[in-house]
């Protein structure tokens, strides 16, 4: 008999014929969530689960799953799931990294140019009748915003999708800055033309700071009043990481009060974004819906790779692309 799976949504059809092939599989089909009920009752059951960020791992879940094995994250940060307790069960935890970096990096541009030329509030200008109706034709001081090439770009997190965004930087001719816990290897650093600095340096002399850090308890808020009072005043902030990361009231209050220029977020601390939400009511900040790794390609690459990390395991392999490492330690891959 095959092993069970329940996929929490649909996700695009390459990957799951893969996954077929090894695995008995039901897809949560409607386009909302499975509720938390429905969630329970289903890892009741199942061998294998394939979640989203959107679904809660926890421990009552994790409890709930005596026959549960793996769970292949279909995304690539993993906050969602509580990683140490799936391990001390003896449960492997799977992500989607490197697949989504340059989507994710092209997202993260897109939101840094739309934020710093203001592209949607232009796009509101024109499609609302405004551009006709004041008769202005071309005006010198008509939509000003920030100069984006030859500028400061700050990236808080050089990882897979810092070090993307610090590439496509290089073509805007701009100094690059970085901070995270751990130096680069200099060459890797003088590749990326990018210069290692602790967090206060970057914040203050950065132009343009994007972060590209996972949500852990040490980056909750890491971005609060404090940090974004040492912003330039003319700084612009993109987000494609997790919303957490940064405390919206203080950034809300900086848009606002002018602290900071304007931001571009991808990611909020409560998703989906409500359309009362005071972020919704500013006209300096440029707001999408999760949408980082949202390409054709990506999106069925991102399948792919969860299905390569099921098939794994179900061979009794270690999976590709697996998060909690020492899991091998206290249980061998496979279903024996
Ligand atoms: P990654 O390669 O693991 O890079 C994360 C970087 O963050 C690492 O280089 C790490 O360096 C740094 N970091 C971790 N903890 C830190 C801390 N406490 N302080 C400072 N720096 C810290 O991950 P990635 O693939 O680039 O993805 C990054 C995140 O992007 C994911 O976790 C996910 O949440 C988000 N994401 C969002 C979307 C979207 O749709 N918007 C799409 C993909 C990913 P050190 O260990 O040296 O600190
Ligand atoms: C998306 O946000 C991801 O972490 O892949
Ligand atoms: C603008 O359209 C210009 O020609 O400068």
Known sequence: MKPKVFVTRQIPESGLKMIEECYEVEVWDRYTPPPREVLLEKVREVDALVTLLTDKIDREVLDSAPRLRIIAQYAVGYDNIDVEY???????????????????????????????????????????????????????????????????????????????????????????????????????????????????????????????????????????????????????????????????????KALKEGWIAAAGLDVFEQEPLPPDHPLTKLDNVVLAPHIGSATYETRAAMAELVARNLIAFYKGEVPPTLVNKEVVRIRPPGFR
């Open 86 to 252: 799936a391990t001390a069960k003896g449960v492997y935890v799977t992500n989607t990294p490197g697949v989504l970096t340059d989507a994710t990096a092209d997202l993260t541009w897109a939101l840094l140019l739309a934020a710093a030329r203001r592209i949607v509030e232009a796009d509101k200008f024109v499609r609302s009748g405004e551009y006709w109706r004041t008769g202005t034709g071309w005006h010198p001081l008509m939509m000003l915003g920030y100069h984006v090439t030859g500028k400061t770009l700050g990236i808080i997190g050089m990882g897979r999708i810092g070090q993307a965004v610090a590439r496509r930087a290089k073509g805007f001719g701009m100094r690059i800055l970085y901070y995270q816990r751990h130096r680069l290897p200099e060459e890797l650093e003088r590749e990326l033309g990018a210069q290692y600095v602790d967090l206060e340096t970057l914040l203050r002399e950065s132009d343009f700071v994007t972060i590209h850090v996972p949500l852990t308890r040490e980056t909750y808020h890491m971005i609060g009043e404090r940090e974004l009072k040492m912003m330039k005043r003319t700084a612009v902030l993109v987000n494609t990481a997790r919303g957490a990361v940064v405390d919206t009231q203080a950034l809300v």
